[in-house]
């Protein structure tokens, strides 16, 4: 068995595929991607709802097909997959350590390696809620999995906590299949999923959802047999009197994704507070030399249309990296200004070429806003935009000639109507 | 005349679209950032479409993903997913396959995902 590749991809999911494809066409003569799953895909495989892939192929494909588009163009390379092989750790050298059952545990050796890890879900023990722990809870990327993978459905009564896509999308798949969605409840006063969601997976079907309301009790013994929901007040506390009660036999949270990053600990990766997932360049390198990271480990996307650019960055970097030397950075900081949750890359090398696409997040629902990037007093870039939500990604593009103009550090803010 | 607030549902941005209606047709669209929303209105206010996506058994035990060639009537949604919950699909299947022709007016049942 090869020990020594030029780099190294862990995960094979949207992010992990194209930044493979995108390494070996930079010129990487062995690519190696780890994947600890059956097949090539990642979350994709349970997403069989149509809508992926209109930014990149201007069609509205299903996750699977969308997977098989990268899957295809993988196979037209001489790109090495190793499936049912688990990374357990990893060393700033660049040693992996993984498992499969063939070989046992075994080490492997890369110039670079790529973070592809992806994220999962929060748990219900996020959450603080009265009542037993009885049968019938499920995240609600779990009954996704059950529905469409194994052909089972969990339930026929179903709650629904948290308006995320993936709460919507199983609204939807659980009334196809025969249940009744009793209610989507959110405790924020806005939905984190997109509009077109709500529209498409709980008006069709005349599902309701309730804003600024959460469960207060889950009843059951054994079984949940049913939900108490509360309307909650500015500070998301329940307000006393305003119990609503749902009878249901499911109860599905759609409560956020975390970047799965236990592994990038194991070699010290810095990570930031703000997006849970490496601190990163332009050129989605992280803090130690050689290893880049892409896709929802990186920062938990709503598109993967954007997770296959941002793989397809980290990838040709990587596979630059591996061919010359660093020229030595020239970093300046980008901070997180009035009303932004995180900006994605944390830094910019300013001796690296071509424009900067900034990814970042409000934290929280804005109308008719203007969107700022200064650096001190100088304002850089100016844009207006509507409506801006947590719930959705903003970008913006910095041009070459504004980083070049960047002292210290710069800082993107959002100021609008509430 | 009467105008319906609508959300386009053909891409992530979501736009909202006034859609004026005179005698069951609309005659001015509003507020599309595309000419797809534009065509989504005129659609949704007469006669609304959804591409319907689920799965069917296979004779190999796997859940094939599959969806509706295009868009069918959303009336008539439930009366299409009880024909695909009776269909069983033989492997191996690729993209694109057809499991069942003419499901709703016309459209096709096709696979979305590859099974050896
Ligand atoms: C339940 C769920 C449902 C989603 N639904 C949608 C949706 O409907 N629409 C949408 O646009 N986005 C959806 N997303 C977001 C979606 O994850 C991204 O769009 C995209 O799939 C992320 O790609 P990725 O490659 O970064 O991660 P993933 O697709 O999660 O791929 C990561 C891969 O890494 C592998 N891996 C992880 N750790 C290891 C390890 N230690 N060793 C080896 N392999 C490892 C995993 O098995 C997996 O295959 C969903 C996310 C989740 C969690
Ligand atoms: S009108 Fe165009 S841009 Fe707006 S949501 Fe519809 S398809 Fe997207």
Redesign the interface.
Known sequence: MKKKYDIIVIGGGPAGLAAAISAYDKGAKSVLILEREDCLGGIL?QC????FG?NRFKE??????YA?RFIDELKTRNIEVMLQTTVLSMREDKTITAINSKEGVFSLKAKAIILAMGCRERSRGALNIAGSRPAGIYSAGTAQKF?????FLPGKKVVILGSGDIGLIMARRMT??GAKVQAVLEIMPYSSG???N???CLD?FDIPLYLSHTITKIEGDKHVTGVVVSKVDQNRQPIPNTEIHFDCDTVLFSVGLIPENELSKSANIPLSPNTRGAIVYQTRETLVNGFFACGNVLQVH??VDFVSEEAFLAGAYAGEYIKKANKGRDAVDVKNGKNVAYVVPQKIDKNIDGNVKLFFRPTKMLKDCTITVKCGDEILVKKNKKIVAPG?METLILTKEKTDKIVYEIEVLVEGDI | MIIKNL??????M?CQIQASIENEKCVDVKGNGCPRGKIYAESEVVC?M??????V?TDNGK?L???TSMPIK?AE??EV?EKINQIKAKTPVR?GDVLKENIADGVNLIA???IN
């Open positions: 495989n069989i709802h149509n809508g209109l509205s494909l299903s996750g699977p097909e098989f529905v469409n993978v194994k052909g196809l299949e997109l509009k077109r709500i529209v498409q069709d709503d598109l959705e | 959300t386009c549902i053909e891409c992530p979501g609304p959804r591409i319907v996506t689920s799965t058994k859940m993903p599959v969806k959303k949604i439930f997913m993209i979305t995902s590859n």
